[in-house]
């Protein structure tokens, strides 16, 4: 019986730390930003074509941080350990300059920890509970991400309504995840090292890249560009209709409790529905959610549009990872970061492609539209290419 307990604790261990891995890597390093870009406009006279250029530079990172990966992978310990104290500096260090190309470095860097978190947190972590047969335990690790993004909304929120300013709450999320990667760096090399040294020689094992893996990679692509407009804006277009931000505010903190809720729900759709019928299903809603601003105008689409974007993404996201793990096996981390390099290219156009609308005078729901119609086109190429065989496996 002690031993029974001592493995449920380990498990236990093991989803606490990605959780907390994820929430500061998605929720700070990458999507800190979204909340604070109504401050930072107050502060700093911070134009939208500004913002889109640091939330570039931001998914530019994630970019190169997932190419890196897939080219050299490193010991997962070490790539989370160091990713998520990169992210605690580079994140205090933009309250301590007003220097735009401080700030685009420095959100560059975030972007590049943020990939080593994910993509070995998604391999490593999940590869773990996989081989324990606990992964209904997933969804308690990716349940970091909208743990995150809600609880740097409601910061956000609180500060806002103090009157403080984009340095401090910089700063605030900077020393927090300090106090994180701290809080779990015990359990990173207690738990870990073992599994990491093992992992180069498999990586070393071709990779089979076959059609199944491709439209995945494609369909992941297609998910990043439809969601980072709202995931990116839509604090921005809530402050357009409402000044006070205990109204406007509120739209990013929905965003990331939809994304919590979701998570914790995941396992039983998947088991009902299978990995890609869940994606395919949770990225048609999700393109409905993005269009709908663009159609019915006030603050309660936003709010709708947040409760429909948050509460999908994740679920893309967790069952696009638990598919390349199904067909991946050992090569899972080469698989993971190919389609994390696809999210981030999609992430990567999507605000540009916003930046070009605006300068075209389309305006916002334009940029909707259009982020919606790939979302539409990504489904369909998946729902397109899924083998009986293969769609068995990735349900399992």
């Given at each position: 019986?002690?031993?029974?307990?001592?493995?449920?604790?380990?498990?236990?261990?093991?989803?606490?730390?990605?959780?907390?891995?994820?929430?500061?890597?998605?929720?700070?390093?990458?999507?800190?930003?979204?909340?604070l870009l109504p401050m930072m406009q107050d502060d700093h006279a911070l134009t939208v074509a500004a913002g889109t250029w640091l939330a570039t530079a931001n998914y530019a990172g994630y970019l190169a941080g997932a190419l890196i990966a897939l080219a050299r992978p490193v010991r997962p310990a070490a790539a989370i350990g160091g990713g998520l104290l990169a992210i605690a500096l580079a994140t205090f260090g933009m309250g301590l300059t007003e220097d735009f190309a401080a700030w685009l470095a420095l959100r560059a860097a975030a972007g590049v920890a943020s990939a080593w978190v994910m993509i070995y947190v998604s391999s490593a972590f999940v590869g773990q509970l996989a081989q324990r047969g606990a992964e209904d335990l997933n969804g308690r690790i990716f349940a970091g991400v909208g743990l995150g993004i809600a609880a740097a909304g409601v910061v956000s929120l609180v500060l806002m309504t103090m009157h403080s300013t984009a340095a401090v709450a910089w700063m605030l999320f900077g020393g927090a995840s300090l106090i994180a990667a701290l809080a779990i760096a015990p359990v990173l090399r207690a738990r870990h090292d073992d599994t990491a040294r093992a992992a180069p020689a498999a990586d070393r094992e071709a990779m089979r890249w076959d059609g199944a893996a491709w439209r995945m990679i494609v369909c992941f692509a297609s998910s990043g560009f439809g969601y980072i407009v709202p995931a990116t804006f839509l604090p921005a277009?809530?402050?357009?209709?409402?000044?006070?931000?205990?109204?406007?505010?509120?739209?990013?903190?929905?965003?990331?409790?939809?994304?919590?809720?979701?998570?914790?729900?995941?396992?039983?759709?998947?088991?009902?529905?299978?990995?890609?019928?869940?994606?395919?299903?949770?990225?048609?809603?999700?393109?409905?959610?993005?269009?709908?601003?663009?159609?019915?105008?006030?603050?309660?689409?936003?709010?709708?549009?947040?409760?429909?974007?948050?509460?999908?993404?994740?679920?893309?996201?967790?069952?696009?990872?638990?598919?390349?793990?199904?067909?991946?096996?050992?090569?899972?981390?080469?698989?993971?970061?190919?389609?994390?390099?696809?999210f981030a290219i999609g992430q990567l156009i999507g605000p540009l492609s916003v930046r070009a609308v605006l300068a075209l005078g389309g305006g916002f729901s334009a940029a909707l539209v259009l982020a919606a119609a790939v979302l539409i086109a990504g489904a369909a190429l998946l729902r397109g290419g899924a083998p009986a065989a293969r769609t068995a496996d990735c349900s399992a």
């Open positions: 019986m002690s031993g029974l307990r001592q493995d449920e604790t380990s498990l236990a261990l093991i989803a606490w730390c990605g959780m907390v891995a994820l929430a500061v890597a998605m929720g700070v390093g990458r999507f800190a930003f979204t909340p277009m809530a402050k357009a209709l409402i000044q006070e931000p205990a109204i406007f505010g509120w739209s990013w903190p929905v965003f990331g409790a939809a994304a919590l809720v979701s998570t914790l729900t995941a396992s039983a759709l998947r088991r009902r529905m299978g990995n890609r019928r869940s994606w395919i299903a949770s990225q048609t809603v999700m393109a409905i959610g993005v269009a709908l601003p663009a159609f019915a105008g006030g603050i309660a689409a936003i709010i709708l549009s947040g409760l429909m974007v948050g509460g999908t993404f994740m679920i893309i996201t967790m069952s696009a990872m638990q598919e390349a793990k199904a067909i991946a096996g050992s090569q899972a981390v080469r698989l993971v970061s190919a389609l994390t390099a696809a």
